[in-house]
């Protein structure tokens, strides 16, 4: 869902045209929609109202301090996975006791300041880092929260890339270490261990593999108890789907009706950190059609963006819609959809890597040099993703909010490519 609407044969996010917003900002150019985002968010909230959870956006996402602010405004508070983000969380003005930090590698200077700015939960991943959290809590004299991510072992059936609770993965510990691990350090005078955390992966399309994986959750937190453990809060994760193809991923309602009937009664606060659910359909990337070249009967569309700006076709696989932003024929969002003036071609960028393309064998209306083309979906690990590989400026960001847009990251310079570097001159 979201407000990217074709009005008399334009794109238009929300209330203005895409087309205007390239002319005046120019490609490639990320534009979101803030009524997008507010809905997704507000969606999630209303979903699973019952449980009355912390929303923790996983800034990681989509990670523009301006998005953040506007999520920060509605109630959210944020997933951090780093010491970079949780720098944007406190510059976004978020509430630090809502913000939770995950990350097999945190570092000392990481954790301090995680300590000072006063988090709501570290999400320890290891009994190694548990010990240097303690350590480094009792040294500053700040309390610490500690939620131990463990590992349910279920197949979340995404990309293997993408799966995080498999009992080969580097992340969290497996179920039977994690009552050792209470045992060891529900005592700690300095990190206080009293909560469960989870991410299983993401995208995963469905609310099965979250039942099984609260199931078992459940199940530990009802053996902890019993061992005189004080457990006060589940942090479910997130990894909810976003529709990258049409209506493709459960909505908010379809999996909260599956997981609050299994939390209701378990005198849980419950912690959710939704990234691309909420970012994902809140963006798209705009590309300009440079050149159209012919090469046996294959066709490529070479596009002023490339995996510099949106890598997750080349990296996972990533599947990302794409349609003319001035076209007569309405967006076929649809798969193996055919049309008799469709062609299948290649949407490739200009980046000197063969994995360098945004979409591979696809159906598209005829387009010609100085067409703009849009990637739908692209909120979520777009432009978050992107690099200044082949020394290529990252491309600028919008913010469109009813009929009004801004700037919300301007276009690196040459100039920005070297600043690290002449700097040491
Ligand atoms: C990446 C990540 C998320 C968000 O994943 P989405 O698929 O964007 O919802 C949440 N929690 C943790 C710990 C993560 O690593």
Known sequence: MDYFLYRNGQLHCEGVSVEEIAGAAGTPLYVYSAQTLRHHYRAIAAAF??????ICF???SLSN???????????AGFDVVSGGELFRAHEAGAEMAKVVYAGVGKTDQ?????LEAGIGYFNVESEAEFEELSRLAGRAGLPARVALRVNPDVDPKTHRYTTT???ESKFGVDL???EKFFQRFGGDEHARLDAIHLHIGSPVFSAQPYVEAITKALELIERLRRGGFTVNALDIGGGFGADYGLASSPSAMDYAARIVPLLRNSGLKIILEPGRQISANAGILLARVLYIKESGDKQFVIVDAAMTDLIRPALYEGYHFIWPTRSEMPPQRVAGFSLPDCRKVDVVGGVCESADFLAKDRMLPPVARGDLLAVYTAGAYGFAMSSQYNSRPRSAEVLV???QWRLIRRRETFDDLLMAERALE
Do not use: F, N
Not at 49 to 54: C, H, R, T, V
Not at 65 to 75: N, S
């Open 58 to 60: 996983a800034i990681k």
């Open 165 to 167: 609770g498999k009992r």
């Open 49 to 54: 109202a019952e449980l009355k959870p912390a």
């Open 65 to 75: 301090i301006h998005v953040l602010r506007l999520l920060a405004q509605e109630g």
């Open 110 to 114: 990481e954790i301090t300041a995680a």
């Open 176 to 178: 039977e270490r994690a």
């Open 401 to 403: 909010d009813g009929s």
